[in-house]
């Protein structure tokens, strides 16, 4: 299956539902963000290898965590554990020219592949995604606080520099364990959580 046919499949399969997103999906080659032996398996859906431990995520579960997470034009977006750049790259197309995304990565190699990989598109170019080579687990208070908060590696608990960069109102979309949660500022100190059971990421690790 070619890639733009796995969207197609993921929009009928109701995974991709909201315009935005799925125009996203569809202006963003996943191929764009994987190793050169792997581009030919962009349409596989399943996560890929980048190196380092590290994968390129299932675009099932892409699909999932963005329409959870509702990114909108204008908003400020945390992305951490961004590896290849593809969830950067699909935020920064839903944000446009007046949002901004912070695509943090601890490991020096990645974030070189994903700083090389959203150049295609000039994301970084533009002003739209700062890419970050950092320790994720302390969020990014320079530029807190955020509208939206999106892992991509799997957690223990919630560090409490993320619910603290997080507006109020604003939303966190992570893995925790096997299962993707839905974190809802609804003041300073209270949450609201939606649990979604039945996945698989690779562990979340801070310095």
Same mark, same amino acid.
């Given at each position: ?7 197609? !499949?993921?929009?009928? /399969? ?60 204008? /908003? !400020? ?22 949002? !901004? ?7 020096? /190699? ?83 959580? !939606? ?13």
């Amino acid at each position: 299956m070619d890639y733009l046919t796995l969207v197609e !499949k993921l929009s009928k /399969e109701d995974y991709l539902k909201t315009p935005l997103i799925i125009e996203a999906f569809k202006n963003i080659d996943r191929a764009d963000f994987l190793p050169s032996d792997l581009k030919n398996e962009a349409g596989v859906n399943a996560p890929l290898p980048i190196g380092f431990g590290q994968t390129n995520s299932q675009p099932l579960t892409v699909a999932f965590m963005l329409e959870l997470l509702a990114p909108q034009p204008g /908003e !400020k977006i945390l992305d951490i554990g961004a590896g290849s750049g593809w969830t950067s790259a699909l935020l920064a197309r839903c944000v446009a020219d007046t949002g !901004k995304v912070y695509a943090i990565e601890r490991i020096g /190699e990645l974030c070189e592949f994903g700083k090389n990989n959203l150049a295609k598109y000039n994301f970084i170019e533009k002003g739209i995604v700062e890419f970050v080579c950092a320790d994720g687990t302390k969020g990014w208070p320079e530029n807190a606080p955020f509208d939206k908060i999106i892992v991509a590696a799997s957690a223990q608990n919630i560090p409490d520099a993320w619910k603290e960069q997080l507006k109020i109102g604003g939303k966190m979309v992570l893995p925790i364990k096997n299962s993707v949660w839905l974190i809802t500022k609804k003041s300073a100190d209270k949450f609201s959580e !939606k649990e979604f059971p039945g996945f698989a990421f690779v562990p979340l690790i801070g310095s």
